[in-house]
């Protein structure tokens, strides 16, 4: 039984972020790389169904970027998928998530993947569409949001996280794909063992002009930071005023207050 | 301009965000009409057309069913931007539609400008604008984003939509909330307290806070070591990651392993007799006072 | 009178046979005994414990003859060391006899056991056997009567107590009964020189000589298999420490403090890291249970058990051994159990109280490397999300890397990338460069620097976390691909880098000791010795302001380094009263945040920190003095969280000096 589980390597959050030349992306310059974090979810859930179905199922990962993309793909295998695809793309922030979905539609099509999981979005884009794009391309089912997952014979139960705590409770049968939300599961941390025999896994690299035959619906107008918010403003003075300043601010900047 | 709406409806009730996609409409200067999978008896306050789906037959969620029923209403109205809320309905169904459409989607948009839609990026950190290339657009709003003037009103013209193609998947049920501990990562208000509230007595003075701008407790780790606070309302680097749209720092100095925890939140107020704390460089606003003589006093204010 | 006495009187040299068959049995038997536990041993791996054997010999002298390690503690080791002073002296007497008798006198006809040599040696026997006596008492009254807290007493302890009362209390009725018949009336002159066996004789004056020569005989015999009684018994009870502990101070680490087993990466066909069974310590491992005598002086010194937290370091050194004698296939980590493992600060005090040299450190990490590398299992869910901001930024908080070099901002240090010329490199470290109260430290020392004219450098982004913490949590791989990514950016600036500073005490370690073995051979100091030499050679000038304080001594800088006095002279010249804590010097106690706790929760016991604050509250200095960040982040931590606040505040040795610089000393010294 093939699996496939698809990763994005993403800047941390913590770096600081300045556009880059063109100003349609992040610059490079100064971030530190991890995987994507609800892709580490996706990854930890096709570990753990390997690892509960043995060696009948081959796990593939697959991450579309340029070289340094390399390096996340190498984790993942640590973490205990089997063989990895790295599909070159030095340019890949400029594709669009339709794009996105085509490439790895692409290269998934022939393959009879019974699975694909894939995180609820990108920490860095965040449009939570490749995934249930990717599915469509496919034409199989897909659920999102995933933060429990059950599998047996084909049959999968799934629970997605709805807003307020509450849960939907979801059966659906394989060929499928799932997209995961954090509180699925705990990602494994690589023992040193499995780091070492990630060293000797298959790599395939994939150039992407082999995979990607559809034009981008959407492009990036600009990349830019927030505007200006003045420094931090300090109040100062007697309490109950300030309490009402406090309060304008926080209707006219926040969506909290109503 | 056309805008075609998409509404929410849980548990049998129709969700209050469908307002906030009319007030998006309304910045956009879109004539709108609305989808809703629910029932007659709960349809918005809204004087347009609402093509309306029966959620008993059709489930909840479905997203084949759902799918086709909006793309029969796209067949119907031919709009130019159909429109979700960015929420766990929206983002599932969302780009669904996009697809049967080959549709350009903008998810989370947050403001309309020259040239394309706002949205976030790197975690609310940088924003982007996205243009569009095809000429009708599917778009998912952030929740909270648009207000909606004033008090809506109206009654619609309801048409009846059908579909009729297999379920991919079996809705099952639903799962209430867990009773559980404190999950301070999903609140979106976060009150905390520090040291600089004083002694333990002082606590229920900024739960009350916490409570009157409907967030939760937190603590910073002294008060929590000190046993004023439970264990799963610490916020910190060995407490809770937090990222809530507004925190509140009460008496709390800001040493890095608190800031470390909770400087992804979208907006910080900090209360703090000192002007130089620490914190003041992260908070968005720091309020120079004492925490306990503050703190009642805007409890007061947002109750009032 | 002849001035010497008949060896085997009364009983006669029939007994000469019997005596040496019957001891030669009870050699044999604990010559096996010895030698059955040795398989046990060999279940560990090697370790090459044979070099540099004069020092090795030198350290058998020192603690097993001299015995200064047991003396650490003065009043039992005192106890101890006299005991086992007297009894070796008796012991020596006995082969004194038995070389006359059976070699000098029966082959040659030469007897030294005679004149004044023989007074001598009978009131050197007599004196030993009675502080032998009387030590054994103080021992016995310690274990019994006055119980110290946490001293287990087992059935060996009992069967020793009593067999060496009844081989010394037989040894002195004996030579009472020969005396009576010898001495006594006889040669009074020579008895003077035995005044013990004086007493005892005295006792049986009222025996006729045929009574006392039957009892001397009866006596002689139990005597004599009470004592092959307890040459047999050795390697079987906990009488074996005489041996083992002797051969554990010439097995002792020869290397530098601290120093752990670099384990090699590349090595592809490697399949367990870190320990999971016993087979995965050392030889030595198990053999530092043979020589535990459970003193308990580790566990009472170990800040975890002090805490209730249930980690005891004699408990786990014992467990080693019992699993290894008894099941070396189980699970040591489970059978320790990971809130023991995770509980240790690596602090040292264990070890450096240890009387038999017991290596305690080394054996958590390595059990800690198995629950790391094998397991991926971390001390809590907040030590792995430090791990992971290890990873991805290079320090434990996940902040951007990027900003690592902004505490320097405005401040007169240079960034090595910009091609500085510096006369030292400063190496912050995660905690001055991110902490805001760790970033007051760094400026001090800056500052410090600038006013002795030495030009810093930093590596500002470049710098990664030097990897400590990440080592002694077990997670070798994380530690030497920081390690290596660290080097190889200081390589890089080739001879500009002479010497590297650093105000952490774990960096400091962890550069000049753990970085050797990953290629790394610049000078490495801490800014405690460079300051105190700094002014020493008169390049710094302080103003004293005087202040009242009291000084901790930091585990990596304590014991592991041995610096105590040159951070104490810095802070007299800059004009501090001290009033030291009880618990100083090698005896500090630890602040709890090393062996990578400082990353971790403290949900076991009480607070190791407030445990700490208390001890400095005790001495009613209102400054509490520390020289390094996890020390200073633990102590303000404590002095809050123990609402010591308004009687208690704590600083850094570099702030209090940077708070006293002679205005401009480069201007008075020029160029």
């Given at each position: 039984m093939k699996i496939l589980v698809c990763i994005k390597?993403?800047?941390?959050?913590?770096?600081?972020?300045?556009?880059?030349?063109?100003?349609?992306?992040?610059?490079?310059?100064?971030?530190?790389?991890?995987?994507?974090?609800?892709?580490?979810?996706?990854?930890?859930?096709?570990?753990?169904?390997?690892?509960?179905?043995?060696?009948?199922?081959?796990?593939?990962?697959?991450?579309?970027?340029?070289d340094r993309v390399v390096e996340a793909l190498k984790k993942v295998l640590a973490m205990g998928c089997d063989r990895a695809v790295h599909v070159q793309d030095p340019q890949a922030a400029l594709k669009d998530p339709w794009q996105i979905a085509a490439i790895i539609a692409a290269f998934a099509r022939d393959k009879g993947f019974e699975l694909i999981f894939t995180g609820m979005q990108s920490q860095d884009r965040g449009s939570a569409q490749v995934g249930v794009a990717l599915a469509e391309q496919l034409g199989i089912p897909s659920v999102t949001t995933i933060v429990a997952f059950d599998y047996a014979d084909g049959a999968v139960t799934v629970k997605r996280e709805l807003e307020g705590g509450i849960k939907g409770v979801v059966k659906l049968s394989a060929p499928a794909l799932l997209t995961c939300q954090s509180g699925l599961n705990v990602p494994r941390y690589p023992t040193l063992p499995n780091i070492m025999k990630a060293k000797r896994k298959e790599l395939l690299t994939v150039p992407v002009a082999e995979l990607l035959h559809e034009e981008a619906l959407a492009t990036t107008a600009s990349f830019h930071p927030p505007a200006k918010k003045g420094g931090g403003i300090v109040l100062e003075g007697d309490v109950a005023e300030m309490a009402d300043q406090l309060i304008a601010i926080l209707k006219e900047r926040t969506t909290v207050l109503r | 301009m056309k805008a075609l709406l998409i509404c929410e409806y849980r548990e049998s009730q129709l969700l209050e965000s469908t307002y906030e996609l009319l007030a998006f409409a309304g910045q956009l200067g879109a004539d709108t009409a609305m989808v809703l999978v629910g029932d007659a008896a709960n349809t918005p306050r809204y004087g347009g057309k609402v093509y309306l789906a029966d959620a008993a037959t059709y489930g909840e969620y479905n997203p084949a069913a759902h799918k086709g029923l909006v793309l029969a209403a796209v067949e119907k109205e031919s709009p130019d931007y159909i429109i979700f809320q960015h929420s766990s309905y929206g983002w599932d169904l969302a780009p669904r539609v996009a697809a049967a459409l080959k549709s350009a989607q903008v998810s989370e948009v947050i403001g309309i400008v020259d040239g394309g839609f706002e949205t976030g990026a790197c975690n609310g950190k940088m924003r982007r604008t996205v243009k569009p290339a095809t000429a009708r657009v599917v778009l998912t709003i952030q929740a909270g984003a648009f207000t909606f003037e004033g008090e809506p009103q109206g009654t619609p013209q309801v048409e009846k939509l059908d579909f009729a193609g297999p379920a991919n998947v079996q809705f099952v049920g639903y799962e209430p909330a867990e009773a559980k501990e404190v999950d301070l990562t999903r609140a979106e208000v976060i009150v905390s307290a520090g040291r600089g509230i004083g002694k333990q007595d002082n606590v229920p003075v900024i739960a009350a806070l916490a409570k009157a701008i409907s967030g939760e407790l937190g603590a910073s780790r002294p008060v929590v070591d000190a046993g004023w606070v439970e264990h799963s309302r610490q916020v910190g680097i060995t407490g809770q990651t937090v990222s809530p749209k507004l925190y509140i720092a009460c008496g709390i100095s800001g040493a890095i392993q608190h800031l470390a925890g909770m400087k992804k939140s979208d907006f910080v107020v900090a209360i703090n007799k000192d002007k130089d704390a620490p914190i003041g460089e992260t908070a968005d606003v720091l309020v120079v006072a004492d925490v306990m003589k503050f703190a009642p006093a805007l409890t007061a204010k947002l109750q009032g | 009178m002849e001035v010497s006495r008949e060896i085997y009187w009364n009983v006669g040299h029939v007994v000469v046979l019997p005596m040496y068959l019957f001891a030669f049995a009870a050699i044999a038997v604990f010559i096996w005994g010895f030698y059955r536990r040795t398989s046990t041993y060999r279940l560990g791996k090697s370790l090459n414990r044979f070099d540099h054997l004069p020092q090795r010999f030198w350290l058998v002298a020192r603690n097993a003859l001299v015995q200064l390690r047991v003396l650490k503690v003065r009043l039992p080791g005192s106890l101890h060391s006299l005991f086992f002073w007297g009894f070796g002296v008796l012991f020596i007497g006995t082969l004194l006899v038995m070389a006359q008798s059976d070699f000098f006198d029966l082959l040659f006809h030469i007897k030294f056991l005679q004149g004044g040599f023989y007074e001598f040696f009978s009131l050197a026997l007599d004196l030993a056997g009675l502080v032998a006596l009387l030590m054994l008492g103080g021992l016995l009254v310690r274990r019994f009567i006055v119980r110290p807290k946490g001293l287990e007493t087992i059935r060996d302890d009992y069967l020793v107590h009593a067999l060496l009362f009844a081989i010394l209390l037989t040894g002195f009725v004996i030579e009472g009964v020969r005396m009576a018949v010898t001495e006594i009336g006889s040669n009074p002159d020579?008895?003077?020189?035995?005044?013990?066996?004086?007493?005892?004789?005295?006792?049986?004056?009222?025996?006729?000589?045929?009574?006392?020569?039957?009892?001397?005989?009866?006596?002689?015999?139990?005597?004599?298999?009470?004592?092959?009684?307890?040459?047999?018994?050795?390697?079987?009870?906990?009488?074996?420490?005489?041996?083992?502990?002797?051969?554990?101070?010439?097995?002792?680490?020869?290397?530098?403090?601290?120093?752990?087993?670099?384990?090699?990466?590349?090595?592809?066909?490697?399949?367990?890291?870190?320990?999971?069974?016993?087979?995965?310590?050392?030889?030595?491992?198990?053999?530092?249970?043979?020589?535990?005598?459970?003193?308990?002086?580790?566990?009472?010194?170990?800040?975890?058990?002090?805490?209730?937290?249930p980690l005891s370091p004699m408990k786990v050194v014992q467990q080693i051994g019992e699993l290894a004698f008894s099941a070396p296939e189980a699970n040591l980590?489970?059978?320790?159990?990971?809130?023991?493992?995770?509980?240790?600060?690596?602090?040292?005090?264990?070890?450096?109280?240890?009387?038999?040299?017991?290596?305690?450190?080394?054996?958590?990490?390595?059990?800690?490397?198995?629950?790391?590398?094998?397991?991926?299992?971390?001390?809590?869910?907040?030590?792995?999300?430090?791990?992971?901001?290890?990873?991805?930024?290079?320090?434990?908080?996940?902040?951007?890397?990027a900003s690592r070099g902004e505490w320097a901002e405005g401040l007169d240090v240079q960034l090595m990338e910009e091609g500085a010329d510096v006369?030292?490199?400063?190496?912050?470290?995660c905690y001055a460069s991110f902490d805001q109260r760790n970033q007051e430290v760094a400026r001090s020392f800056v500052k410090i620097c600038n006013s002795a004219g030495v030009k810093v450098g930093i590596l500002g982004k470049q710098e990664k976390c030097c990897g400590e913490p990440a080592r002694k949590l077990g997670n070798e791989y994380l530690y030497q691909t920081m390690a290596q990514e660290n080097i190889e950016t200081i390589k890089v600036y080739g001879w500009r880098v002479r010497q590297i500073v650093t105000t952490c005490p774990h960096c400091y370690n962890t550069l000049a000791r753990d970085y050797q073995d990953l290629g790394l051979t610049i000078p490495v100091e801490h800014s405690t010795t460079f300051i105190a030499r700094l002014l020493q050679e008169g390049r710094l000038t302080l103003t004293p302001e005087p202040f009242e304080f009291t000084y901790h001594d930091s585990c990596y800088l304590g014991r592991y380094m041995d610096i105590f006095d040159q951070p104490r002279a810095v802070l007299a010249a800059a004009g501090g009263r001290l009033s030291e804590m009880d618990k100083s010097g090698p005896e500090s106690f630890c602040c709890g945040g090393g062996g990578g706790r400082i990353l971790a929760d403290e949900t076991l016991g009480r607070r190791i920190n407030e445990e700490r604050v208390h001890m400095a509250e005790a001495t009613s200095a209102p400054?509490?003095?520390?020289?390094?960040?996890?020390?200073?982040?633990?102590?303000?931590?404590?002095?809050?969280?123990?609402?010591?606040?308004?009687?208690?505040?704590?600083?850094?040795?570099?702030?209090?000096?940077?708070?006293?610089?002679?205005?401009?000393?480069?201007?008075?010294?020029?160029?």
């Open positions: 390597q993403v800047p941390d959050m913590e770096s600081r972020f300045k556009p880059d030349g063109a100003g349609l992306w992040f610059s490079e310059q100064d971030l530190a790389f991890r995987v994507n974090e609800y892709d580490e979810y996706a990854v930890e859930e096709a570990v753990q169904l390997r690892e509960q179905l043995g060696d009948a199922v081959d796990l593939t990962v697959l991450s579309i970027g340029p | - | 020579l008895a003077r020189f035995s005044p013990v066996g004086y007493l005892f004789a005295e006792a049986f004056r009222g025996l006729s000589a045929s009574q006392l020569e039957s009892l001397h005989k009866v006596l002689w015999w139990v005597h004599f298999f009470l004592a092959v009684g307890f040459i047999a018994a050795i390697p079987f009870t906990k009488l074996r420490h005489i041996f083992t502990a002797t051969a554990n101070y010439f097995f002792s680490d020869l290397s530098p403090k601290g120093t752990l087993a670099t384990i090699d990466l590349e090595d592809e066909s490697a399949e367990q890291f870190g320990a999971a069974t016993v087979s995965d310590l050392t030889w030595k491992d198990i053999f530092d249970a043979d020589a535990c005598t459970s003193c308990k002086r580790c566990q009472d010194r170990c800040p975890a058990w002090s805490t209730d937290k980590c489970e059978t320790v159990t990971s809130d023991v493992l995770w509980s240790c600060t690596t602090c040292r005090a264990c070890q450096e109280i240890c009387p038999v040299s017991i290596e305690h450190v080394n054996k958590i990490i390595e059990m800690r490397r198995n629950l790391s590398l094998m397991e991926g299992a971390f001390a809590g869910d907040e030590v792995r999300t430090a791990i992971n901001n290890f990873e991805v930024n290079g320090n434990p908080f996940g902040l951007a890397y006369d030292i490199l400063y190496f912050a470290g400054l509490l003095v520390s020289n390094c960040p996890f020390c200073l982040t633990m102590f303000e931590d404590g002095i809050k969280t123990a609402g010591c606040e308004e009687r208690l505040r704590a600083g850094d040795l570099a702030e209090i000096v940077a708070a006293r610089l002679a205005t401009t000393s480069t201007e008075e010294t020029g160029p």
